[in-house]
């Protein structure tokens, strides 16, 4: 189970960005993993706190899913996605979530050393990139987005 300290932090860190969330809760058969949901600058981010079993160190994910993976245009997309990731996303990257069918924008990163200001520029981040790859990748690809902003 993710440490008492790594879950207030971040539950702190969203409060002082007056984000609304839904709280922890644990995930069924996974004990090391907690999740829950915010919502920052109209972008649906979700987030866990995961115990890695080598180290038992706390991560973090913050995750926005973006979009169902489609079934045409899929090459170029994914060249786009490429292209994105190698550049134009910061310490984000777009993940292909093969268990969901989704593409996700995601951020990785040990709870251990992190500051608020680094956490509320990824959200930043986030919801800007979000909102970007949503206009484009609908004008572009004719994808229906999850979370429209």
């Known amino acids: 189970m993710p440490g008492y300290e790594s879950t207030?932090?971040?539950?702190?860190?969203?409060?002082?960005?007056?984000?609304?969330?839904?709280?922890?809760?644990?995930?069924s058969g996974a004990p090391q993993i907690l999740r829950g949901q915010a919502n920052y600058r109209d972008t649906k981010i979700d987030i866990r706190v995961i115990t890695r079993n080598s180290d038992q160190q706390d991560v973090l994910t913050l995750s926005v899913p973006m979009c169902a993976l489609p079934e045409t245009k899929v090459?170029?997309?994914?060249?786009?996605l490429?292209?994105?990731?190698?550049?134009?996303?910061?310490?984000?990257r777009f993940v292909l979530d093969d268990t969901s069918g989704k593409i996700n924008l995601l951020c990785l990163r040990p709870v251990l050393g992190l500051a608020?200001?680094?956490?509320?520029y990824t959200l930043n981040r986030m919801a800007e990139i979000a909102k970007d790859a949503s206009i484009r990748l609908s004008q572009d690809f004719g994808l229906s987005m999850e979370n429209p902003s």
């Open 8 to 27: 207030q932090t971040v539950v702190g860190f969203l409060k002082r960005l007056a984000a609304s969330f839904s709280g922890f809760n644990p995930v």
């Open 75 to 80: 090459d170029s997309l994914f060249r786009r």
């Open 82 to 92: 490429l292209f994105w990731n190698n550049g134009a996303t910061d310490t984000l």
């Open 116 to 120: 608020f200001e680094e956490f509320q």
